[in-house]
T-cell receptor, first 115, second 113 residues
Framework: AQSVTQLGSHVSVSEGALVLLRCNYSSSVPPYLFWYVQYPNQGLQLLLKYTSAATLVKGINGFEAEFKKSETSFHLTKPSAHMSDAAEYFCAVRANAGNNRKLIWGLGTSLAVNP | NAGVTQTPKFRVLKTGQSMTLLCAQDMNHEYMYWYRQDPGMGLRLIHYSVGEGTTAKGEVPDGYNVSRLKKQNFLLGLESAAPSQTSVYFC????????????FGSGTRLTVV
């Protein structure tokens, strides 16, 4: 069965520092992978997605993620954190069983950005 | 283009009361989903629909019912609310293309007292 593991439920960085949010997945076939961001009291918004094209994917707000098949990872990075990046981040993998387009979700990582 | 609209945004229910949450999307998406979000538990799928007139159970369907009479609307019902159903509920939709992500609504915050 597919699964997603986000290492670290809480990550704290200083403004201007590198952001690294970790996501590992398990999948028996090439996966589709997604990162979503949730700002306080809002719904989830798609940050970026990997769909078997380029392994380095660029998203909105300066975020990017690299698909590494050998490590079964899809870590999210941003070179320089901004206060506005404080949010909850979710990694997800498309379930490849059945015709239902279901996503398998990680539990999320809360990112705090300190001034 | 409104995307996915959820109503109401907030609601307080007494135990045993019933209510319906409405999700409406204007993107002609085939697939729609209802999730609940609780602290430390991420997103859990309640029910989903792969097209008009179809529904299916997700991970945590007990105590909820759904209907998809029109393609653009997906209703989530609580027949007899319980305090354990206090949560934030999100609706999402996606088109048939397998490469597409979900579009989420802004959520309904439900408190059952």
């Amino acid at each position: 069965a597919q699964s997603v593991t986000q290492l670290g439920s809480h990550v704290s960085v200083s403004e201007g520092a590198l952001v690294l949010l970790r996501c590992n997945y398990s999948s028996s076939v090439p996966p589709y992978l997604f990162w979503y961001v949730q700002y306080p009291n809002q719904g989830l918004q798609l940050l970026l997605k990997y769909t078997s094209a380029a392994t380095l994917v660029k998203g909105i707000n300066g975020f990017e993620a690299e698909f590494k098949k050998s490590e079964t990872s899809f870590h999210l990075t941003k070179p320089s954190a901004h206060m506005s990046d404080a949010a909850e981040y979710f990694c997800a993998v498309r379930a490849n069983a059945g015709n239902n387009r279901k996503l398998i979700w990680g539990l999320g990582t809360s990112l705090a950005v300190n001034p | 283009n409104a995307g996915v609209t959820q109503t109401p945004k907030f609601r307080v229910l007494k135990t045993g009361q019933s209510m319906t949450l409405l999700c409406a999307q204007d993107m002609n998406h085939e697939y729609m989903y209802w999730y609940r979000q609780d602290p430390g538990m991420g997103l859990r799928l309640i029910h989903y629909s792969v097209g008009e007139g179809t529904t299916a159970k997700g991970e945590v369907p007990d105590g909820y019912n759904v209907s998809r009479l029109k393609k653009q609307n997906f209703l989530l019902g609580l027949e007899s609310a319980a305090p354990s159903q206090t949560s934030v509920y999100f609706c999402a939709s996606t088109p048939p293309g397998t490469r597409d992500g979900y579009t989420f609504g802004s959520g309904t915050r439900l408190t059952v007292v």
